[in-house]
């Protein structure tokens, strides 16, 4: 079933993204007179493809290769390698008969049409939600192994500096733009002293080599509900009670009490709570539990699932502040702005040796996993995932590589520059080079996806 959910997710994302992109060419060249014999989602590869229609001038279609999409526009080259039109005269209709200002546009219209339906994303986002802002007074929740543990941070740290800056909610403290940075240290409180921590220089490879931030905000175990007749209640443990110990051992997260309880199954355990009389108007929070809460003492027995029937009470406030429609369409043009900066940074990172390619760079599995386990976090998660796999489509493309967008762009500017068009051969061998490259490093990145998971 995971297969199949993350195959569904990877083709849903793909089928977005492609179809922003090629729509940018696609408009672009219509907006210039240009024709456009066809528009294709997915590589219709030995003329395999689901579904294919001729309106006017342009054949679309579905191909059966879900790994990208072209438009195929008259007198260029490109990914299809037609030579068809090299010994004709330049037509009116055609790519290679208009400025190089209008193919430069054209050429750039994928790569600005991702980076406006990434903008769109988080402009949509935040109008309707707001922007987020959590406590940065909830204290640290450090998973073991994470590269925030590696650092020396623990559970309970308080953030109080990123950089030297103070930091007033978690947003600011995780910011994506801090781990492209050329140097990163929080600046923590714990037991009344701050402690200078510094991050490795290759924080991102380790991110990615964990498959998570391995960090925040401490959810205190408080009890939402106990189930009728499970052991918690059948034991006596109330609704509204914090769990502060297993087996005499402290705990202060609800992920610490879950993992503990399932590592039980069928074994009796002693679970040590506080508990505080609700008072008609007054708010209970996990301090006020620690403070005031009466402790008791209850031996249980999960079941042999590893479970004991209680549920969490969500007690981090998350604050969303809303905005106007201008001041979304600043945020969201803001985040577009600042994750594509830290896209480039993180490029920039990897050509330079500073972090692992192999751990940084995902092909279709790794994508098709993320796409997953964002969806299952919710359609808000599944769009930022969106939204930043669109800036990442949109930096690769402007890359000045034979076969992208930035290589066609390059020779396109330099025609503009010498006012001729470089010989057809030498276009075409650049494309082949440029196409076997490609293919290559797809090649060598799907392996690195199949040996990382």
Excluded at 80 to 90: E, G, H, I, R, W
Excluded at 150 to 163: E, I, Q, S, V, Y
């Amino acid at each position: 079933m995971d297969f199949l959910s993350s195959t569904f997710f990877f083709i849903v994302a793909i089928f977005i993204l492609v179809t922003a992109h090629e729509l940018g060419h696609f408009l672009t060249a219509k907006l210039f007179g240009m024709r456009v014999d066809k528009f294709y989602i997915g590589f219709d590869f030995y003329n395999l493809r689901f579904w294919k229609k001729k309106i006017g001038e342009t054949e679309y279609g579905i191909g059966v290769f879900p790994l990208g999409g072209y438009v195929k526009i008259s007198g260029m080259v490109d990914e299809s390698l037609d030579t068809n039109f090299q010994n004709s005269v330049p037509q009116p209709w055609e790519f290679r008969a208009k400025p190089a200002w209008q193919r430069l546009i054209v050429l750039a219209g994928g790569v600005t049409m991702n980076l406006i339906l990434a903008a769109v994303i988080f402009i949509g986002v935040t109008l309707v939600l707001g922007e987020p802002r959590t406590s940065i007074d909830n204290p640290a929740f450090v998973e073991k192994g994470s590269v925030f543990e590696t650092m020396g941070m623990k559970t309970g740290d308080r953030l109080l500096l990123a950089n030297g800056k103070s930091v007033t909610s978690w947003e600011e403290a995780l910011d994506p733009e801090l781990f492209t940075a050329k140097k990163l240290n929080y600046t923590v409180l714990r037991n009344g002293k701050s402690i200078i921590l510094d991050a490795p220089s290759n924080i991102m490879s380790r991110i990615n080599d964990n498959r998570g931030i391995g960090i925040r905000p401490t959810i205190p175990p408080v009890i939402d509900e106990t189930l009728a007749k499970q052991p918690a209640q059948v034991a006596g443990i109330k609704s509204g009670g914090l769990i502060t110990a297993i087996n005499g051992n402290p705990v202060s997260d609800w992920t610490e009490v879950v993992g503990i309880i399932s590592s039980h199954a069928a074994k009796p355990i002693t679970i040590t709570w506080q508990y505080l009389e609700p008072v008609s108007g007054r708010k209970i929070t996990a301090a006020t539990i620690r403070s005031e809460g009466k402790t008791f003492v209850t031996t249980v027995v999960p079941s042999n699932t590893g479970k004991i029937g209680i549920s969490l009470k969500q007690t981090i406030a998350t604050e969303r502040r809303k905005l106007s429609v201008g001041g979304a369409m600043i945020s969201g043009i803001g985040q577009t702005w600042k994750m594509s900066a830290m896209t480039v940074q993180g490029f920039a990172k990897i050509f330079t040796g500073q972090e692992d390619f192999r751990k940084s760079v995902g092909g279709p599995i790794k994508i098709a996993k993320i796409a997953s386990q964002s969806a299952e976090q919710g359609p808000v998660s599944f769009l930022y995932f969106l939204s930043m796999l669109s800036i990442s489509l949109a930096i690769i493309n402007i890359l000045p590589v034979p076969a992208l967008d930035g290589g066609q762009f390059l020779l396109n500017a330099i025609e503009g520059v010498i006012r001729r068009e470089i010989p057809f051969e030498i276009k075409m061998r650049i494309q082949q080079v440029g196409m076997a490259l490609l293919l290559a490093l797809f090649a060598y990145i799907l392996l690195n996806d199949i040996f990382n998971f």
